[in-house]
């Protein structure tokens, strides 16, 4: 399936949109025979999204109709920050080894700051998923597919929930799940 480019046009202002996924929607427009589409929650033509999160994590998801910025937020210089709660607890040296980098199929990820950290007061409730385990706040510069997922299944702590809640100076403060507000793309202007 080809993805739409976005457009830039002289016509259109750049416009930059945050928006809070739920769970169980996909990061694109038109659903699968699976999931659900971003087209469901909500009608923003001529926009796309600037990077992805699987239909399971929830959060903070950018939508862009100029293609410079979407190329500057899937980059490696956007840092990315998630609340994820893991199987078990892990181990410092477990937490160390997720810091420094894992090694997955496709290659070492980079070094990431990973901190324990209590249930986020800010964060909803899903009943399905919010079972004992630990929290942790993850930062990372990079963004591979699934790639905490995969980083916490191959140190033994899977992922039970994954939500993002920082793209760069962009948060989740005050978007609950499946609502959207208009921000100025000069936020992430080089």
């Known amino acids: 399936m080809t993805r739409p480019r976005p457009r830039s046009r002289s016509t259109d202002p750049a416009r930059l949109v ?20 971003l087209a469901r929650c909500l009608s923003l033509p001529g ?12 959060g903070l998801l950018l939508l862009t109709n100029d ?22 607890t892990p181990a410092e040296a477990v937490l160390d080894q997720l810091r420094q980098g894992v090694l997955l199929a496709d290659g070492r990820t980079r070094p990431a700051a990973i901190a324990p950290i209590d249930r986020p007061s800010w964060l909803w409730p899903r009943a399905e998923v919010d079972t004992p385990g630990t929290w942790l706040d993850i930062t990372l510069n990079q963004g591979r597919n699934r790639q905490i997922r995969r980083m916490g299944a191959a ?3 899977p992922v039970l ?17 499946g609502r959207w507000r208009d921000l100025p793309p000069s936020l992430f202007v080089p």
């Open 18 to 37: 945050a928006f809070n996924k739920p769970a169980g929607v996909l990061s694109q427009w038109t659903d699968d025979p699976h999931w659900p589409g």
């Open 47 to 58: 926009l796309v999204p600037a990077g992805r999160l699987d239909a399971d994590s929830e």
């Open 67 to 88: 293609g410079a910025l979407q190329a500057r937020l899937t980059g490696g210089a956007t840092s990315k920050s998630y609340a994820v709660l893991v199987q078990g």
């Open 155 to 157: 140190v033994g702590h």
């Open 161 to 177: 929930r994954l939500v993002r809640y920082r793209i760069g100076p962009v948060t989740l403060d005050g978007l609950v799940p």
